[in-house]
Every structure is written in structure tokens, then in C-alpha cells.
């Protein structure tokens, strides 16, 4: 197995992308996300895969951890050289085959900014900066679905597809027992260094705070010995860092309640304000939609109630 780092200039830092079974003739040549389509990166990817004597044409089949442009913007590119299988977990599948965000996701984005209070000069900055990025999603993608608890044999061994849900939709881990050690190809599900968006990140998710802990919680239940993430290095000890992004989630409620205190009745894009200061591009899409996953979850424990102004202590 070979992990390939892509430079990531538009999202989060760098991309890990995997290669395996290059070089095998018993073993499908896989790739594990497959980086953001803009030149430069399918570049980067070319020569990472040169390097291990394969190229776009090799590759067998795809396996994406789930539909953001910096996982999935090349798979179509991929795809049309080698005719490689890109599977995907249902849920992100219509987001992925027309290669990238469609009209759909496009307008649930567009109202959930209002529904947050977001001014007008805000929303119209990120709006632009969204459709100046759709093109990310790179080439169309005929897809193959999988779905929790399926197989794909890539050669050594089987992933098994895990759902994480939260981050996104349709976000999966995918499974092996590697040497005796339990591993996973986790995507953004856990991350070493930042903790993952949820709320705006892919606003389609449903309680996207409550969702995304019911993950961490399945995560930590799978007792892995080592994780690979969609971005930087490999995470050793990734039950722990799942509870360690609770914590912090636990933690940040309560700034939440302590913001909700303090300007009540407060908006959405005023708790945002509060977590984050100033955010500029994609993160004035991820911090008010993380400020409202709090809020969401808040609101149906119980600890605030949602008014036509803005949400306050219940």
C-alpha cells in the first residue's frame, strides 16, 4: 500500500489518497479517493502513480470515501482512461455521477444561508465562491453503489464498507485486517489534526451533530489499530482520537449555550461569530453550519428553543 500525498489549495490541506496493488498482476490496481480535479493535482496524481509503475489506465477501480470535489473530483478522469469501477455509498451517489454538486445541493445550500440569518453581502460572496468551484467535481462518474456492511475485494485482502454518516451523507469507511492489525481508509470521518465539519459540509445530513457522534461512536466500537485519513497522515490511536472530537464537540456546546446566553434571541451566523470570528471562503459555508448543528442538537435535548427570531434557553 502506498499513500500519496495531493497538494489541496481550495479545501483543507493536503489530500491522502492510497494506491494499492500496483505492480501485482493477481491484485486489482486501486485507488482510495482520488484528489481534487484541477491540473496541477491530476498531475501530482500521474507522477505519484509513474512512480509505482501505474498509470490512470491501470487502475482498476476507485474506492471513494465519499463525494466532496477534493475526495472524488478526479474519479471521472480516472474512469475514462481505464474504465475503472468507482464505487460510493448511495447516499452521495447523485452527487458524485453528475461529477460534483448539482442544482439540488446547490439550492438546499442557498436556503439553509438564508434560514442561518446570514447577511446578504455574506451570502452572495459565498454563493459566487461555490459556483466558481463546482467545476471541482471534475469529469461525470458512472458509479457503482455499496452500501453498509459490503465487500470489495482489493486483492490482499477485503474492505469491508462501513457507514460513518455525518460529514456527509454518504461518507464510509472501508475495512481490513492487515498483519494482524485492524485498519481503515476512514476519508474525513476522523482527521489527526482538525476536526471534521458537520452542518455545512453537506447540509442534506439530518441532526448532523447527533449523526456524526452516533459515527464516532461506531468508529470507536470497531476497535482499529490504525486509521488513514483523506487528509495527512496515519492516525495510530484512532478510538481515542474519535472520543478526543467528542470532547471537543462536548466542549463547544457549551460555548454554544454560553453564545446563545449572551445574545438571546441569537442567529445562527451570530453563534457562528461568536465559535470563529471572521471566516472567508468555504468556511463561511462550515462555521455558521457547524454553529447550527450545535444549536439543532441543542433545540432537541431540550436545552433551547427555536423562535421566529432567533433561538433562545428553553
Known amino acids: 500500500m502506498h499513500q500519496i500525498q495531493l497538494t489541496n489549495t481550495a479545501f483543507e490541506g493536503q489530500n491522502s489518497v492510497y494506491l494499492l496493488g500496483a505492480g501485482d498482476a493477481s491484485a486489482p490496481t486501486t485507488l482510495v479517493d482520488a484528489g481534487v480535479a484541477t491540473p496541477a493535482v491530476e498531475a ?6 509513474a512512480e509505482r509503475g501505474a498509470s490512470f489506465a491501470d ?9 466532496h470535489s477534493d475526495h472524488a473530483g478526479l474519479a471521472g478522469t480516472v474512469q475514462r482512461e481505464g474504465d475503472a469501477t468507482v464505487y460510493v455509498h448511495e447516499a452521495d451517489a447523485e452527487l458524485v455521477a453528475p461529477a460534483g454538486e448539482d442544482a439540488d445541493l446547490a439550492g438546499a445550500q442557498a436556503a439553509a444561508i438564508d434560514d442561518w440569518g446570514m447577511p446578504a453581502d455574506e451570502q452572495r460572496e ?32 477485503d474492505v469491508e464498507v462501513v457507514h460513518l454518516p455525518g460529514h456527509a451523507a454518504g461518507l464510509v469507511a472501508y475495512v481490513f485486517e492487515r498483519d494482524g492489525r485492524r485498519e481503515a481508509f476512514v476519508g474525513d470521518a476522523v482527521l489527526p489534526k482538525y476536526t471534521p465539519n458537520v452542518g455545512g459540509a453537506d447540509v442534506r445530513v439530518d441532526r448532523p451533530l447527533a449523526t456524526y457522534l452516533e459515527s ?17 497522515g496515519a492516525i495510530f490511536a484512532p478510538g481515542e482520537r474519535a472520543a478526543d472530537i467528542a470532547a471537543h464537540h462536548d466542549e463547544r456546546t457549551e460555548r454554544v ?14 453563534v457562528s461569530a461568536e465559535l470563529f470570528g ?14 447550527y448543528a450545535h444549536l439543532d442538537h441543542l433545540v ?10 432567533g433561538y433562545v434557553l428553553a
Open 257 to 270: 449555550v454560553d453564545a446563545v446566553r449572551e445574545h438571546e434571541p441569537a442567529t445562527v451566523w451570530e
Open 300 to 309: 432537541r435535548e431540550g436545552v433551547l428553543a427555536e423562535t421566529d427570531d
Open 44 to 49: 501530482e496524481l500521474r507522477d505519484a502513480l
Open 216 to 232: 464516532l461512536d461506531r468508529l470507536q466500537a470497531l476497535d482499529l489499530e490504525r486509521a488513514w485519513p483523506g487528509h495527512r
Open 278 to 291: 471572521d471566516l472567508e471562503r468555504i468556511h463561511v459555508l462550515h462555521g455558521p453550519g457547524e454553529a
Open 126 to 157: 459565498l454563493l459566487d465562491f461555490l459556483e466558481a468551484h463546482r467545476d471541482l467535481g471534475g469529469e461525470p462518474v458512472d458509479v457503482t453503489t455499496v452500501s453498509d456492511g459490503d465487500t470489495v475485494d482489493v486483492g490482499a485482502f
Open 59 to 67: 487502475v482498476d477501480q476507485v474506492l471513494l470515501t465519499h463525494w
